[in-house]
């Protein structure tokens, strides 16, 4: 019997002793499994991000010394009128890209049908998703064309003169915003199709037998449950929006006279042509710090609703 006892308590405090060696590897554990990402993380954004604001102290052609000037790329910067007019296309880009979602859900409420042909539907709105934002350049280059573009054709169809969209200081920055709002609201129809096909079957169920219909079936219990494919939505679409480069390096190069640049493509002119890397350093800097600011805001206000 003494034996016995003896045996038992060895297995219990053996068991304690697993169960206590459990706890600290569970806590361990998932820093384990994080630390190659965090690593990855680390050298591929926190450090790129960290040195783009040290460099932009500097004076630096990209091949000599560094030259330390302290504030004043950011001092020229906001005396430069190219830099307000990159700045003022960013913030026309940002408020037009706010059209993404409304859009995109009111297409897919379109497309959350069980009809024959639906899926052939769906596939040519999701189309534009799945191309290059340079071939998507390219197709709006030639749809805009003064000579044989399929815009002005019908303009002139309609007896009217042909516009040079992307050569008028005061289109061009809009034509090009309109082509990237096509895949743009492709992306959004994707999420919220992504969310109507999870919504409670129950509280349709509920809200049906209530007597809701229409709008109010659609803003009293669908929207609300959009919540999270909103939040995503909005949140890519400004990121979209502000670090909007490829259409305008494909389209116009900035162009005409710099009317259509924006802040990544002033960045990337002034670093790569002008070899001015401190400079382009700046710039990069102020758009971090504008995304970082729109950004937390809308965290702030999903963290807050959430509460």
């Known amino acids: 019997m003494g034996w016995w006892t003896v045996n038992n308590n060895m297995s219990q405090a053996n068991a304690e002793t697993g169960t206590h060696g459990f706890r600290v590897s569970k806590n361990v554990a998932p820093w384990v499994f994080m630390f190659p990402a965090l690593v990855i993380f680390t050298i591929y954004v926190v450090y790129p991000i960290l040195d783009s604001i040290w460099l932009s102290f500097f004076q630096w052609d990209g091949i000599g010394e560094k030259t330390w000037v302290g504030f004043d790329n950011y001092v020229t910067l906001f005396s430069s009128d190219s830099f307000w007019t990159a700045l003022t296309n960013n913030v026309i880009w940002l408020v037009l890209f706010m059209l993404a979602p409304p859009i995109g859900l009111a297409i897919a409420l379109f497309l959350n049908q069980q009809v024959v042909g639906i899926r052939a539907v769906k596939a040519l709105f999701f189309f534009p998703f799945v191309i290059s934002q340079v071939v998507v350049g390219l197709v709006f280059s030639w749809f805009y ?3 044989f573009g399929v815009l002005n054709s019908v303009i002139t169809w309609f007896g009217g003169d042909p ?6 200081e005061d289109y061009v920055t809009y034509g090009i ?12 129809m994707i999420l919220y199709l992504t969310g109507l096909n999870n919504l409670d079957p129950e509280q349709l169920e509920a809200a049906r037998l209530d007597g809701s219909r229409g709008f109010k079936m659609l803003w009293y219990i669908v929207l609300p449950q959009l919540k999270p494919a909103t939040f995503i939505a909005i949140v890519v679409t ?4 502000l670090r909007s ?11 005409p006279w710099g009317s259509s640049s924006v802040l990544a493509y002033m960045m990337y002119e002034e ?3 002008n070899y001015r890397m401190g400079y382009g350093a700046s710039v990069a800097v102020i758009l971090f710090l504008i995304m970082d600011v729109y950004i937390a805001y809308f965290l702030w206000r999903m963290i807050r609703s959430e509460k």
């Open 145 to 147: 064309d003064p000579n």
């Open 177 to 188: 915003v309109a082509a990237g709002l096509w895949p743009q609201i492709a992306y959004c």
């Open 163 to 168: 516009i040079a969209i992307l050569s008028n």
């Open 238 to 241: 400004v990121i979209g929006a």
């Open 271 to 273: 670093s790569i042509f």
């Open 245 to 255: 480069f490829d259409l305008v390096a494909t389209m116009t190069a900035g162009g």
